[in-house]
């Protein structure tokens, strides 16, 4: 196994000099535990088994992997080195597929983001454990099943297939990543699946020495818990997931302290301000999970905007959600711009948040579109006035001719005190401090217009 990663790239120097296709396994943007040791035994186990240049790709950079405490740990205790490992700001994907020499199969996900929405066509295999949300094709073979980890898919792979594969190095990576995900096969914790507990037993029964299960859980969760010496922002980035809608992107990070103790860091508005406007987050849900005297399990979740209107939107949809329900109780915040949780479903993890957050996110793009058409056409009715149509008025368009023209706000009295330019309308932290000043037109208003232009209908429908 480390003979193979250390070879990966002077792989992928020799494609570029031949010409030849590179079969890439990546795993998802948030590139924890699962994600990458189900990249790095897939990848390996197509090397051996089809003779195609298959190189890992774990997807961040390579700066970011001191955050994932676990996954280092574990790499330690298997004697994996971390230079060995290649990282997506080492590689040039987008390259790849523009040439047509890129084949990929994803793995802990099962659809790209649409930042690398160009390399879609090059996706050829998914093996993954959450919601299917790509279109099935006949180009494009899909294992998906609702087990608690991904390497449980890979190992059944290579249990079917190619068990003579299997060495002692991989076999830990597979084993330590299943008992941490599913929570040391604990039934209570609602996590493991009979297949998930089924893989686990068949490698503890090939490798007798592998570490006792209990000690190894301990380890990595006591690994992927020490959030020692971070940043907010890198507690936020260690385990996040970002996702958009409209004109909305949010980020979903998994926070490994108490919520209260989250809350309580210094500085912690301003540092959730700095982050969303760094990463441009119009919104950020923090999911905590900890654990109480009894070791018992209980989660906590929080959601930061400085739009009132973002916040509430998503507060609401997550407060009204039924598939599942989070059972979410209102806690204390000591900030007005961040709703806190307590969440009584404590098995709805991150997994099953984010395709509430998704479907709310659909819902809102096909609404801000509504309104945004709404508006054109009141622009359209409010500038057009037939008296001064061509066909009339054959004299040169003056300034202040009501024709179909753009209006500058002056002309139309609208926002005769700004005196600022205007904040990017990619800028999604209105009332930051970071601001200068106010978006020409934001989500607020267009709603509001919309909702005032609804009320004459109404009034009209009930004569």
């Known amino acids: 196994m480390e003979g193979f990663l250390r070879s990966r790239g002077d792989a992928l120097k020799r494609s570029w000099q031949d010409g030849s296709e590179v079969h890439i396994v990546l795993g998802n943007e948030t590139c924890d ?94 093996i993954d454990h959450h919601v299917l949300e790509r279109t099935p094709s006949d180009s494009c073979a899909v294992t998906l099943e609702s087990v608690g980890s991904c390497a449980t898919l890979v190992t059944e792979c290579i249990a079917r297939e190619a068990p003579e594969l299997l060495d002692r190095q991989m076999a830990q990576l597979l084993y330590g990543t299943i008992v941490l995900d599913c929570v040391n096969m604990a039934p209570e914790a609602r996590k493991v699946t009979p297949k998930d507990s089924q893989y686990a037993v068949w490698l503890e029964s090939r490798f007798p020495d592998l570490p006792p299960r209990g000690a190894l859980f301990q380890s990595l969760q006591n690994a992927k818990f020490d959030v020692s010496g971070l940043t907010t922002e890198q507690m936020l980035l260690k385990d996040m997931k970002a996702t958009s809608g409209g004109d909305l992107s949010l980020a979903v990070s998994v926070v490994y302290v108490t919520l209260e103790a989250f809350l309580q860091r210094r500085g912690l508005q301003q540092e959730l301000c700095e982050f969303c406007h760094k990463y441009r987050f119009g919104l950020l849900v923090a999911m905590t999970i900890s654990y109480n005297e009894n070791n018992e399990p209980f989660r906590q979740l929080a959601v930061y905007s400085s739009s009132t209107l973002y916040r509430e939107e998503v507060s609401r949809a997550l407060e009204n959600a039924q598939n599942p329900c989070l059972k979410l109780s209102p806690i204390s915040s000591p900030y007005a711009d961040v709703k806190a949780y307590l969440q009584g479903n404590i098995v709805a993890s991150r997994k099953k948040v984010l395709p509430i957050i998704k479907d709310f996110l659909r819902e809102w793009e096909h609404r801000v579109e509504r309104c945004g058409e709404m508006e054109e056409l009141e622009e359209l009715e409010y500038h057009f006035d037939p008296s001064n149509s061509p066909g009339l008025d054959e004299e040169a368009p003056s300034r202040s001719s009501n024709r179909w023209q753009a209006m500058a706000p002056e002309e139309a009295g609208a926002e005769e005190d700004c005196q600022v330019p205007p904040t990017p309308m990619n800028s999604l932290v209105e009332g930051c401090p970071l601001d200068n000043g106010l978006p020409r037109i934001s989500p607020e208003a267009i709603l509001e217009k919309f909702n005032k232009m609804a009320e004459p209908e109404a009034a009209a429908g009930g004569q």
């Open 33 to 126: 535990l699962d994600s990458m040791v189900s990249a790095l035994v897939f990848a390996y186990f197509l090397h051996r088994t089809s003779g195609k240049t298959a190189v890992p790709v774990l997807n961040i950079k390579r700066s970011e992997l001191a955050l994932r405490t676990d996954s280092t740990f574990l790499l330690r205790q298997s004697g994996l080195p971390q230079e060995a490992l290649v990282f997506r700001d080492e590689v040039d994907l987008p390259g790849l597929g523009r040439a047509g020499r890129l084949a990929l199969t994803l793995v802990d996900h099962n659809i790209l983001p649409s930042a690398d929405g160009a390399l879609e066509g090059a996706v050829v295999e998914v």
